[in-house]
């Protein structure tokens, strides 16, 4: 239940990208790209290499501009809102990025507390105290708050990374797989993380991942990328009875064996 | 579904707190929104409302029903303010479920900081300090003598085997260090030997030895000037590339990629950027001998009337072939130096964009301390020979 999200009914939308098209020189990476994310889900977001899952991640946040059609959050149209209100939405989001972004001359408390710094006036030992706190919610040891970002492990560097995303309290996280790179049992401990999260700190979670096993155990509802739109959306049983050829190799290969059984319990 | 009005949950009203007595003790009320964007105005003013609270004896209700949002640093404030009153004295009412959940899940995370470790003494830091200071210098040495160890062994491996020597690499070092820095050494050449010449005429003149000026220009520039002037530049210029494209490449692990692969990062790396400094340092000295000579014999005509022909056969009379190999003889061995401390500092890199923007100061701040050294040692080597 996080302050930004109160007041928002539930399963409203909060994302809602209209015909986004993005491209880069000739090549169009999306086009036309329908998309809602809704209040309080964790949406997962799969797509072969290359089709563009990150660019939407980005085009959303405002890195990459818009070829066409429109993203609108909180109701606002990003294309069209004045500085105030994209300042307000930017403190409302916390990204996740694929290798952790961490700023390397900085320890992870240092880190923490760079959204806070810039954008909130704390006293120092209210900061310390919210980063420590924050630190402990990912599941992270105190010692980790003094350590530099090249000290810590890949999944210690995806935790104190989530730490950041969490800074400020927001409404949405972005989170670029998160669980690349890490072992099963850490891959799995932090789904479980992002879960328990969503549901205290009511988040809403946009999450682009490959992982079969998070889009089972924690995504609500599932969009696949494909010949530059989205091609499916839908809980994963919706996934595993769609008749195309790329979304039938992804949800029913060998490596997918385990998901039909536990879904259809 | 579609177009609910604009939202703003970035919009938020103040947090207040009150207390009021009542009929079991003291009520404290508690409304408005406790976020982390909201709590920084009157984390002031809640100090002196803590103190008197933890200094009441009776029993204290803490009343939520008029809370608003709440988030992790809200719930954390309020964790603080509720720590105040002994857990026997104190009651809380008005929380719903979720707020319920949240003071839960981050009064189940807090922790107690760390005990700050008391450090040693300002006299203990800096002796600690100057040790490592000196145990830096020492294992840079050491660093930089065992890099020139390992570009020794390529180079004799080389000598057996010439094919060894990574020929691509090397001319594309060439042109970096060598063509491109072409202009902006024989500009500042050009500029540097005016202006010696226009000093050199300027006080020459009053002594009416206006002739000697072109003496002056001769053998400074290629003695000194212009090989000290253009390994500074150098240094600036490749050395901080060096240090900064092997460190960034430290950065990435691709140097370990090398070495797994089974292959010499001296050998690919080091070696093609000191043998290609090695040879591009004298050819840059040399333009650099001829465009302050030209920008000296431009001064002398305009300013001190002193015609092209009289200024080359007097600067005839003045230099040797020896003046100037004393001058390009040092080149070789700064060049040495430089791309030695350069690549040395850009292996030390570590995990930090700090790391590297340090080293690659530090690179062209000891490679420029150390042409000034090796043109000492030449000056008594040569003073001593008596060339």
């Known amino acids: 239940m996080s302050a930004c999200a109160e007041g928002i009914a539930e399963n409203e939308v909060i994302i809602r990208c209209r015909g986004v098209t993005v491209g880069f020189g000739e090549r169009l990476i999306l086009d036309g790209l329908d ?14 290499s290359g089709t563009g899952k990150s660019v939407l991640m980005r085009t959303i946040l405002g890195l990459n501009p818009l070829r066409g059609g429109t993203v609108e959050v909180f109701g606002h149209d990003l294309g069209a809102v004045d500085t105030a209100t994209r300042a307000g939405i930017e403190r409302c989001w916390g990204v996740l990025f694929q290798h952790g972004a961490l700023f390397s001359s900085l320890t992870v408390l240092q880190n923490i507390q760079v959204p806070m710094r810039e954008h909130l006036h704390l006293t120092q030992g209210l900061m310390d105290d919210l980063a420590r706190l924050k630190i402990a919610m990912v599941g992270l ?24 995303a969490l800074a400020l309290d927001p409404a949405i996280v972005f989170l670029d797989e998160p669980t690349s790179g890490l ?28 992982d079969l096993d998070s889009l089972r155990s924690v995504c609500d509802r599932i969009a696949v990328l494909g010949n530059r739109r989205v091609l499916v959306e839908g809980p994963l049983a919706t996934m595993l009875t ?6 039938k190799a992804y949800f029913r290969g060998t490596r997918a064996r385990g998901l039909a059984a536990p879904a259809a319990e | 579904m579609d177009s609910a009005s604009p939202l703003a949950p970035w919009a938020q009203s103040p947090p207040t707190f009150r207390r009021d007595p009542g009929d079991a003790g003291e009520v404290v009320r508690l409304s408005g929104d406790w976020t982390i964007r909201t709590i920084g105005p009157i984390e002031a003013d809640l100090v002196p409302f803590r103190r008197d609270l933890e200094a009441a004896a009776g029993a204290v209700t803490f009343d939520l029903g008029g809370l608003g949002r709440l988030d992790t640093a809200g719930a954390l404030v309020l964790l603080h303010l509720f720590g105040d009153v002994a857990e026997a004295r104190r009651t809380i009412v008005g929380v719903d479920a979720k707020q319920r959940i949240l003071l839960d899940e981050v009064a189940g995370a807090e922790r107690e900081p760390a005990a700050p470790q008391l450090g040693p003494g300002p006299v203990i830091r800096f002796l600690i300090e100057l040790g490592r200071y000196g145990v830096g210098w020492w294992v840079e040495a050491r ?14 491996k080389i000598m057996l085997h010439p094919s060894r020597l990574r020929f691509i690499p090397f001319v594309n070092q060439l042109q970096r260090t060598a063509l491109d820095a072409t202009p902006i050494i024989t500009l500042m050449s050009f500029l540097i030997g005016c202006i010696i010449a226009q000093q050199g005429a300027f006080y020459f003149r009053r002594f009416g030895a206006d002739l000697y000026v072109v003496d002056m220009v001769g053998v400074l520039t290629l003695r000194e000037i212009a090989v000290i002037l253009t390994a500074v530049m150098v240094a600036g210029r490749s050395g901080s590339a060096f240090t900064a494209e092997l460190g960034s490449m430290k950065m990435r692990e691709e140097i370990d990629a090398l070495k797994v692969i089974g292959l010499d990062p001296v050998e690919i790396l080091v070696v093609p950027r000191l043998v290609a400094l090695m040879i591009a340092l004298p050819i840059l000295t040399f333009l650099s001998d001829l465009a302050s000579i030209l920008g000296a ?14 200024f080359l056969y007097r600067l005839h009379a003045a ?22 401390v350069a690549c ?18 530090m690179a062209v701040v000891k490679s420029i301390f150390m042409v000034v050294v090796v043109d000492g040692i030449f000056a008594m080597f040569y003073a001593a020979a008596g060339v």
């Open chain 1, 35 to 48: 998309l809602d994310v809704r209040r309080g889900e964790i949406l997962g977001f799969v797509g072969g």
């Open chain 1, 141 to 164: 040891p105190p010692d980790a708050a003094d350590k530099f970002p090249s000290e810590l492990s890949g999944g210690m560097i995806k935790r104190a990374s989530l730490a950041r």
């Open chain 1, 183 to 210: 072992d099963p049992i850490g891959a799995g401990d932090f789904d479980d993380l992002i879960a328990k999260l969503r549901d205290t700190l009511g988040l809403t979670v946009f999450m682009v991942t490959h």
């Open chain 1, 242 to 247: 769609f008749d195309d050829p790329w979304v």
């Open chain 2, 143 to 156: 660093a930089v003598l065992g890099l020139l160890g390992g570009v020794a062994a390529v180079l004799f």
């Open chain 2, 297 to 310: 014999a431009i001064v002398c005509n305009v300013y001190a009337d002193i015609p092209i022909e009289t």
């Open chain 2, 319 to 340: 230099v040797e072939m020896r003046t100037f190999f004393v001058g390009v003889s040092k080149a070789p061995f700064m060049a040495l130096i430089i791309a030695l």
């Open chain 2, 344 to 361: 040395v500092q850009g292996l030390q890199v570590e995990g930090s964009a700090e790391s590297l923007g340090r080293r690659t100061t």
